[in-house]
């Protein structure tokens, strides 16, 4: 029932193991029930997901009986300042938050001063640089491109 190479093993592990011994041509059991440790550890293995031992881990590999995977978990959890809905954090204060006093309670954002802010484009162009500008934006659009002129 069992394939010829599988037997070789499970008999040379037999062997190994003092389960069997030869006599002639026959195969004699020496011991009644045999204790399969093997089985047991791949079970082992099977619920805890780990095996601490790495020589017996190589072992098993070599034997194609396990296969390592990374198994990757995390683990979330309430911080200080989980609520259900997101508070509303107010970027600016207004004239009605002063008359009402609301300024006083209100969450606010924090600025950021380190923000280099919008880009802001100084000055005009020339009349005929526009033109110019119209110009390039035509020929691209016919499928002509510039050519590096940086030489």
Do not use: C
């Amino acid at each position: 029932m069992v394939g010829a190479d599988s037997a070789k093993v499970g008999q040379g592990n037999a062997f190994k193991l003092k389960w069997i011994k030869k006599d002639g041509d026959v195969l004699v059991s020496l011991v009644d029930s045999p204790k399969d440790t093997t089985r047991d550890m791949l079970a082992g293995v099977q619920s805890s997901k780990s095996l601490s031992d790495n020589k017996l881990l190589a072992d098993l590999k070599k034997r194609k009986l396990v296969t390592v995977t990374k198994v990757i978990s995390y683990v979330a959890s309430k911080g200080p300042k989980y609520a259900k809905e997101m508070p509303v954090e107010h970027t600016d204060l207004t004239p009605e938050m002063l008359e009402s006093g609301e300024w006083k309670t209100a969450n606010f954002k924090p600025y950021n001063f380190a923000a280099l802010g919008a880009q802001q484009r100084a000055g005009a162009l020339h009349p005929l640089m526009k033109v110019r500008e119209e110009f390039r934006k035509i020929f691209f659009h016919q499928g002509f491109i510039e050519m590096p002129t940086g030489r």
